[in-house]
């Protein structure tokens, strides 16, 4: 009786591990593999600036060029460095949110600080071709880092700016909600996404238009830190989208990370 009763649980048992085992190996790989499709991402995208750049360069070295044309090829190297830069930069930001514990909840930012930088950036890349408006329901405070808050804000505002053709409209806003909790609507009336993008936007380097992405500057990386960042704060991230009418990123803070403010002079 005593043998039988060992065979059984040892079965079992021999059972349960090797479930657990190949779980971890699947886990494994699928990291394995998310690492290597990185890498190959990574480097395709910094080689391809870095073709045009030596192809320039020889152009330069190589041909007689009038002052015009030698200004143009310039201008022309500059946008390809320009995009190398946002790359790495973006590559750094994502790899100091994977590496740093989360920010407590005891630093507290303002929000119309917060909107004000993002809107700087939003005028900038927009050069006045859209209607933009930033507003809020009175002022508020998020608890966090300032510079990932601001990074989130500032990725989900260039994106409506990005994908809204001339002459579109982009919305920010923030609202404090009745059970204290607080959010950032980002609403444009651009291109807007199908739906069978959405559940990837956040991967890094997934694009719904490659083409298009890279034209405006995109790294293929701001939603991916965005989602970072939301997960570091407790927060939520919804996407709501209609191809051809628009998109609307909605950023929800938890109460604990949101209380208002003292009304308090710009000056
Ligand atoms: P990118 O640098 O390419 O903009 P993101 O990670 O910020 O990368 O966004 C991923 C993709 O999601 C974009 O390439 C684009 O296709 C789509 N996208 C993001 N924001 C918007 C938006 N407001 N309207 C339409 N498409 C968007």
């Given at each position: 009786r005593g043998?039988?009763?060992l065979s059984v649980s040892m079965r079992v048992y021999g059972e349960g591990m090797?479930?657990?085992?190949?779980?971890?190996?699947?886990?494994?790989?699928?990291?394995?593999?998310?690492?290597?499709?990185?890498?190959?991402?990574?480097?395709?995208?910094?080689?391809?600036?870095?073709?045009?750049?030596?192809?320039?360069?020889?152009?330069?070295?190589?041909?007689?060029?009038?002052?015009?044309?030698?200004?143009?090829?310039?201008?022309?190297?500059?946008?390809?460095t320009q995009r190398m830069q946002t790359l790495v930069?973006?590559?750094?930001t994502l790899a100091q949110l994977e590496g740093s514990p989360r920010p407590a909840p005891d630093q507290w930012v303002s929000v119309g600080k917060l909107l004000q930088m993002a809107e700087s950036d939003a005028r900038t890349l927009s050069?006045?071709?859209?209607?933009?408006?930033?507003?809020?329901?009175?002022?508020?405070?998020?608890?966090?880092?300032?510079?990932?808050?601001?990074?989130a804000l500032t990725n989900l505002v260039t994106n409506a700016v990005r994908y809204t053709p001339q002459g579109g409209r982009i919305d920010v806003s923030w609202k404090m909600r009745p059970n204290g909790?607080?959010?950032?609507l980002i609403r444009d009336t651009g291109i807007g996404i199908e739906k069978e993008h959405i559940p990837r936007l956040t991967e890094r380097f997934y694009?719904?238009?490659?083409?298009?992405?890279?034209?405006?500057?995109?790294?293929?990386?701001?939603?991916s830190i965005v989602k970072h960042v939301v997960q570091r704060h407790s927060g939520e991230l919804d996407v709501q989208s209609e191809p051809g009418k628009g998109s609307q990123f909605r950023f929800v803070l938890p109460p604990l990370r949101v209380r208002a403010a003292a009304q308090r002079d710009a000056g």
């Open positions: 043998k039988v009763t090797k479930l657990v085992l190949s779980q971890d190996i699947t886990e494994r790989e699928r990291a394995d593999t998310m690492r290597r499709d990185f890498v190959a991402n990574v480097s395709h995208e910094l080689r391809t600036p870095l073709t045009v750049l030596s192809g320039f360069i020889e152009t330069l070295a190589n041909l007689p060029l009038t002052d015009v044309e030698r200004r143009r090829v310039l201008d022309l190297m500059g946008q390809q930069s973006d590559l750094l050069q006045g071709k859209h209607e933009l408006s930033f507003s809020s329901d009175g002022p508020a405070e998020v608890a966090g880092a300032e510079s990932e808050l601001l990074s909790s607080g959010e950032f694009r719904v238009d490659g083409s298009r992405s890279r034209e405006t500057g995109g790294t293929g990386l701001g939603l």
